[in-house]
């Protein structure tokens, strides 16, 4: 599936979201004030698991398709609880996931989580991830400070391609009835999620107006929002309902409710 931003442009959007989340911790009145959106962790909790997630997946990048031997970053500085060297460890953090990727490039293979998804095992795939993982978290910590921020639109869009190719194709079985459902941003842009027998699968709609294709027949369910919506909805941060929806919520519960791993 096409991707919508080019490499240098997820590097610098990883960057970017990571700043923008030191930022709302270096603001928070304390550490320990506890995360609505991650109900188990505090602000330190958040910081300490989105820069240790990232030095675990530098050693990854660099490790190369073969799955990652854990000891090699069994020695990485622990997160400090002293709000400077938290930051400064927060931001080692980022730097070591960057220069990581810059030295193997997006097409280097890379061991994923997401194997028999439509998302390919490369470290351009862990990019997008990445920066989704790192966007979902600063909304995280924007959301303890009682001050959440709309996610920039080109990182929100490429959060739905990015959430449905890698977190939800697959082959594993849809356990129900065989369905359609799509999403509709108002951006724009639009995708089909159909599910069977065969697995989840993925497709790009055609812009209404344009000569890409008849419409495709309707779907049994929709949901309608900015991308921005869309992808928090995905990743569980607001409730479905905040969507437009049609053809009911039923399908999106059970989409919910389903973990293609298990």
């Known amino acids: ?15 970017e979201r990571s700043t923008a989340f030191r930022a709302a911790v270096a603001s928070a009145p ?18 300490q698991h989105l820069g240790e997630g990232r030095r675990s997946w530098a050693a990854t990048i660099a490790a190369g398709p073969a799955a990652l031997d854990k000891s090699a970053w069994d020695g990485a500085p622990a997160a400090r609880r002293e709000r400077e060297a938290l930051l400064a460890w927060s931001a080692a953090s980022t730097q070591e996931l960057l220069d990581a990727l810059r030295e193997a490039g997006p097409d280097r293979g890379c061991w994923t989580w997401w194997g028999t998804s439509q998302s390919p095992q490369t470290c351009g ?22 001050a959440p921020q709309s996610l920039p639109d080109e990182v929100a869009l490429d959060g739905v391609d990015e959430f449905l190719s890698t977190c939800v194709a697959g082959t594993a079985p849809w356990p129900h009835e065989p369905a359609a459902v799509d999403y509709h941003a108002t951006e724009g842009r ?11 699968r993925i497709t790009r709609l055609p812009t209404p107006g344009t000569a890409a ?9 929709s949901a309608r929002g900015a991308a921005g919506e869309l992808v928090l909805a995905m ?3 607001i409730p479905v309902d905040a969507l ?12 919910l409710a389903w973990d293609p791993d298990e």
């Open 30 to 47: 304390s550490l320990d004030i506890q995360v609505p959106t991650c109900p188990e962790w505090t602000l330190f909790d958040l910081v």
């Open 125 to 146: 795939a862990v990019a997008r991830h990445q920066l989704q993982e790192v966007a979902m978290h600063t909304y995280d910590a924007q959301v303890a400070l009682g």
């Open 235 to 237: 990743y569980g941060r």
């Open 213 to 221: 294709g008849e419409a495709p027949d309707t779907a049994d369910a």
């Open 244 to 255: 437009k929806l049609d053809g009911g919520r039923r399908l999106f519960d059970l989409l």
């Open 190 to 200: 639009s995708w089909r999620l159909s599910l069977s027998a065969e697995g989840a």
């Open 1 to 15: 599936m096409e991707n919508t931003l080019e490499f240098p442009d997820l590097l610098r959007l990883i960057d």
